[in-house]
């Protein structure tokens, strides 16, 4: 009991001073020692950016009362907590002659959790799974592959969203183009390294799709639909509607001429399937006409609507193949 | 079953880490490509902004996304037996029915010959829909 006090009394005092530390040094300056932005800007080049947002002198420019101890607190201690992982991950792989081996953070955690939890039988299940060598040549790959590009498109998607706006209005700052297009200058243009993220989603899509196909080539040509397997190949095949509808709904997104023509020729032709095809046309249009309510439900179906579905849909592709093995070749 | 007396003779390696490590290895290369493929591309060929949306100008050539195009330039060829759009509309969604049902379609036996048809029928549906895409693009 008395031990347990002392720990976290001592627990408390460590909090109070590293507080008192931050507290101290981080006091706010008094503004008329800074330097004003724009006398700095004459003194440095920092290139396009203004002072208050390069990374060093943010903190010195008139406005942005802060001291330096604040970054320097925080390297040094993510860089010595960084230093203990590393020297501990260090000394459970090198060889130790001491009498109790030594076991790395991560051993710790495992342990504690399996504990608690006993998740170190599944996981064995999981990793240890065996591979059999013929599934390890190169188009075994494909389907995983599609994965990873729903990955890279997922995070430059996110990236994007951040910024993107979904309104057809003309935008305050320069009337004669929409919302939704001056904010995707502005990611081309102002956000940094956004023209590359946008790069990287443009040829992302068209790459996913690529991949998907062949995948869907090599199970086809290879009769891995077979029974049992069927599911397996009609979730596929979902999963190839779902990325095309990735596809159609992103490219109106920009709100230009070429996003806005191809979306009516498109609905258009949807439109012409007997007995379907007129709700379909006015579901996706939400209404007769491409309008701005078009670009919304568009930007619903894309950035909520098919990412649920694809997950859900690759959670059971990815379930039925766990669960049946690699189709065995001939 | 045949399956599993095949799985005791075939050589194995274990997922973790022998293919985990080949996953990632080849899931890194893939990203790298692709990052520094973007950076070039976003320097030499980025994507374009056309002229933004203006419903009541109709651009001479509309055309989707490459990926319909063969769809686009197959809608033009289509003989109407009924007459009306309805037809080139509907032969893609049968095309799809026939293939997310193809398992329950296809009742042969798997072998070798079985392959090479299905190969076959690749490699011809594939000619079809490149020249489709082609012609789509370029006319």
């Known amino acids: 009991m008395g031990g347990n006090f002392l720990r976290i009394a001592l627990l408390i005092a460590a ?71 590393a020297y501990g991950t ?29 998740i170190v039988e599944p996981m064995e299940k999981i990793l240890k799974k065996p591979v059999p060598m013929s599934a390890t040549r190169w188009f075994y790959c494909l389907g995983g592959l599609t994965f990873l590009f729903f990955l890279i498109q997922g995070l430059t998607g996110i990236m994007m969203v951040f910024y ?30 956004g023209n590359i993220i946008r ?19 090599r199970v086809f040509i290879m009769g891995a639909y077979r029974p049992p397997r069927e599911l397996n190949w009609i979730s596929g095949v979902f999963l190839l509607i779902i990325t095309l509808g990735f596809g159609f709904t992103g490219y109106l997104l920009p709100w230009d001429q070429r996003a806005y023509w191809a979306t009516t020729v498109g609905t258009d032709i949807a439109g012409n399937i007997p007995v379907i095809g007129q709700p379909a046309l006015l579901f996706l249009r939400a209404g007769w006409q491409v309008t701005g309510l078009t670009l919304s439900r568009f930007f619903a179906l894309h950035v909520m609507v098919f990412p649920i579905l694809a997950l859900a849909f690759m959670g059971l592709h990815f379930l039925m193949i766990r669960r049946l093995g690699i189709h065995r070749p001939l | 079953m045949a399956d599993e007396e095949r799985k005791e003779e075939e050589k194995t390696i274990p997922f973790f880490p022998d293919h985990a490590l080949n996953e990632a290895k080849l899931a890194w290369v893939v990203i790298m490509i692709v990052v520094v493929g973007a950076i070039i591309l976003a320097n ?7 002229p933004p949306a203006d419903p009541y100008d109709t ?21 109407a037996p009924i007459p009306g759009p309805g037809f080139g509309a509907t032969v893609p969604v049968l095309a799809l029915l026939v293939l997310m ?5 296809d009742l042969s036996k798997e072998t070798r010959r079985s392959q090479v048809i299905r190969a076959a029928i690749v490699v011809v549906v594939g000619i079809i829909v490149l020249v489709l895409t082609i012609l789509g693009a370029t006319s």
């Open chain 1, 199 to 217: 790069t990287i989603h443009h040829w992302g899509a068209n790459g996913m799709i690529v991949l998907a196909i062949a995948h869907m080539i």
């Open chain 1, 15 to 85: 909090l109070v001073a590293a507080a008192a530390l931050v507290l101290r040094w981080e006091k706010p300056v008094d503004a008329s020692t800074l330097i004003p932005a724009d006398e700095i800007h004459g003194q440095v080049d920092t290139g396009d950016i203004p002072v208050e947002q390069d990374l060093c002198l943010h903190c010195h420019a008139y406005g942005t009362p802060h001291e330096v101890w604040g970054p320097t607190l925080r390297w040094l201690a993510f860089g010595a907590g960084a230093l203990v992982f």
């Open chain 1, 90 to 118: 260090y000394r459970s792989v090198s060889l130790w002659k001491g009498r109790r081996r030594w076991k790395s953070f991560w051993e710790r955690t495992v342990e504690w959790l399996d504990e608690r939890y006993g």
């Open chain 2, 101 to 105: 049902l193809w398992p329950f379609l």
């Open chain 2, 59 to 79: 651009p001479e050539h509309t055309k989707p996304e490459w990926y319909f195009l063969f769809l686009y330039q197959f809608l033009k060829y289509v003989p």
């Open chain 2, 44 to 50: 030499v060929m980025p994507p374009t902004l056309e």
């Open chain 1, 164 to 193: 993107y706006e979904p309104s057809a209005d003309p935008s305050p700052t320069d009337p004669s183009v929409s919302v939704a297009y001056a904010s995707i200058e502005y990611i081309m243009n102002e956000v940094r390294f």
